[in-house]
């Protein structure tokens, strides 16, 4: 059974950093890629960024291209989003996402 975990959300001032953890569990990481999306209120879930499974190539959102860092630790089965210098339309509820399963999510507010 699948199942993710997310954590690392919070409230930021503007141009600070949070570092997001998607805890993995009931698969080996390095097996599938990951996704992190968001949801903004009122708006539709958008994509962030992406980590395959077989290289590790990363894709990210234009909005988010520079700013953002997503990578993985295959030991500890977690996937990181490192986001720096958050503005206020970062403000979201974040979640990971692998094989059809979704985690519960992790606000993020970023205060201008």
């Known amino acids: 059974q699948v199942q993710l975990v997310e954590s690392g959300g919070g409230l930021v001032q503007a141009s600070g950093s949070l570092r997001l953890s998607c805890a993995a569990s009931?698969?080996?990481?390095?097996?599938?890629?990951i996704g992190w999306f968001r949801q903004a209120p009122g708006k539709e879930r958008e994509g962030v960024s992406c980590?395959?499974?077989?290289?590790?190539?990363?894709t990210y959102a234009d909005s988010v291209k520079g700013r953002f860092t997503i990578s993985r630790d295959n030991a500890k089965n977690t996937v990181y989003l490192q986001m720096n210098s958050l503005k206020s339309e970062d403000t979201a509820v974040y979640y990971c996402t692998t094989k059809g399963a979704w985690g519960q999510g992790t606000q993020v507010t970023v205060s201008s």
């Open positions: 009931g698969f080996t990481l390095p097996d599938y890629a």
């Open positions: 980590i395959s499974s077989v290289d590790g190539t990363t």
